[in-house]
């Protein structure tokens, strides 16, 4: 899947179907079941271990807390907790789901190394975007827009549907390209 700023080239995508052929739909269901577990449980501690102790010390008084800062707190702590449980949480799974004759049979090429820093730097602009941009956004437009009227649920809703419209788009040229 490709999105603006987000792409592999040919060769790259080639590369990553030969390092995904000896790994059944069994064992990706299985490491996707590993991963999530994985990930709840970092993002679990990380909600009690850093979320709830700075929100407390940050904000004494929840009732006088602004939605402003209490979004810029969340959204700092899902940075943290994505930006690092994820790759945590992933490399774990793959050290847990792999076979030893899996991993004999994953032999580095050239250009391997480069490609899984771009692997991992796609997946950290994916959480810049949503942690920078979405999870404060979000949580402003709810907190400010309790009862906003007509005019600002109608904006709302185009918005989602231009979002859905355009990855719509995309998705059928990339298939269109593929095909």
């Known amino acids: 899947m490709e999105w603006p700023g987000f792409s592999y080239t040919d060769a790259e995508w080639a590369r990553m179907r030969v390092l995904a052929a000896p790994i059944g739909a069994g064992r990706y ?4 079941w ?5 990930f709840i449980a970092i993002a679990a501690l990380g909600m009690v271990c850093v979320f709830l102790p700075l929100a407390t010390l940050l904000f004494p008084v929840p009732t006088e807390t602004s939605a402003l800062k209490f979004s810029a707190l969340l959204a700092a702590c899902a940075f943290l907790i994505i930006g690092l449980g994820l790759p945590i949480s992933m490399r774990l799974s793959g050290l847990l789901v792999a076979s ?5 049979g994953l032999v580095a090429e050239a250009g391997d190394e480069a490609l899984a820093a771009k692997v991992s730097w796609q997946i950290n602009r994916i959480m810049l975007v ?17 009862d906003a009227g007509p005019v600002i649920t109608t904006l709302k809703w185009l918005a989602i549907a231009l979002m ?6 995309i ?3 990339q298939r269109r390209k593929r095909n």
């Open 29 to 32: 269901q299985l490491f996707t």
């Open 34 to 38: 590993v991963n999530a577990a994985i």
């Open 100 to 104: 030893k004759e899996m991993r004999a």
């Open 130 to 146: 949503m942690c920078g941009l979405l999870v404060p956004g979000m949580l402003l437009f709810i907190a400010y827009d309790i």
């Open 164 to 169: 859905m419209g355009i990855s719509v788009a």
């Open 171 to 173: 998705g059928a040229l």
